[in-house]
């Protein structure tokens, strides 16, 4: 129970990886407020009498007002929020995403949701933590938001930004004197519906497909979204009291080194 007492928030949370730390932390003891764009693929009550569900773009400064008010006239105040909602930008926009070709639209509808959505998110939750005992925000980058991502450039500068953004967010919380930290995770290849929509569907076809993206990471497996809903109860849990400002890779190695490493 390690996050007994707790009220969180977690963005994105009707499926995938957002799903599976809403989950989680209701086993440790948490009230979970799951939020998603989209109507849960499920009923609510299934979680538990600890799980609540409302509807939030993230992208509307508006939503956000709401629902933040809504949580602190229900739980006075927030103890956690989980920035996790965010797009590739293929599904909506099918065409290159490149440097070279990316449309402006693209870019910014990809901005709007990864980033945006992120700096509303921690905007409101440090209105609802700063009187509680203790606040974290934990932002959900990306290993992209680390490397360059040819194929996906607006992605990768929208994770990159998160990165910064929580830093930021981390210093200005130290230097108030608020009781809040602030720290990314950024997931290398985590298989979740985001990844399954980039794959073949044929179930031959997928586990090749998987084999080959997990021969490029040094533990050879994909990840599990487990991996990430783990590393965020420990940020949202007062074990790491004395973390904030970092980031976190889940990523199995990929980013401790490089292909092209020497052989001896």
């Known amino acids: 129970m390690r996050l007994k007492e707790k009220v969180a928030l977690i963005t994105g949370a009707a499926r995938g990886i957002g799903l599976q730390i809403a989950k989680r932390f209701l086993e440790h003891g948490a009230t979970v407020i799951l939020t998603d764009k989209v109507s849960l693929p499920f009923e609510i009550s299934e979680l538990g009498d600890n799980a609540y569900f409302m509807q939030l773009d993230v992208t509307q400064d508006t939503h956000w007002k709401q629902t933040l008010d809504w949580v602190s006239k229900q739980f006075s105040g927030l103890d956690v929020l ?29 901005h709007a949701t990864n980033l945006l959505g992120v700096a509303l998110g921690c905007k409101y939750a440090i209105g609802a933590m700063k009187t509680r005992v203790s606040g974290s925000i934990v932002n959900i980058s990306s290993r992209s938001g680390l490397v360059g991502i040819p194929a996906a450039a607006a992605y990768a500068s929208s994770k990159a930004a998160i990165r910064n953004h929580t830093k930021s967010v981390a210093l200005y919380c130290a230097e108030k004197g608020y009781p809040i930290r602030c ?82």
Not at 197 to 223: F, Y
């Open 82 to 110: 989980v920035n996790n909602a965010g797009i590739t930008g293929f599904e909506e926009f099918p065409e290159a995403h490149d440097p070279e070709n990316f449309s402006i639209e693209a870019w910014e509808h990809v």
């Open 183 to 264: 720290n990314s995770v950024h997931p290398g290849a985590i298989f979740t519906p985001m990844w399954a929509q980039m794959l073949p569907t044929d179930p031959e076809e997928l586990d090749v497909a998987k084999a080959a993206i997990a021969a490029d990471v040094p533990l050879k497996v994909m990840g599990e979204p487990d991996d990430v809903a783990y590393a965020c109860i420990y940020l949202a849990s007062d074990e790491s009291k004395y973390v904030t400002g970092i980031e976190l890779n889940i990523d199995g190695g990929l980013l401790a080194g490089t292909s092209a490493r020497p052989q001896n």
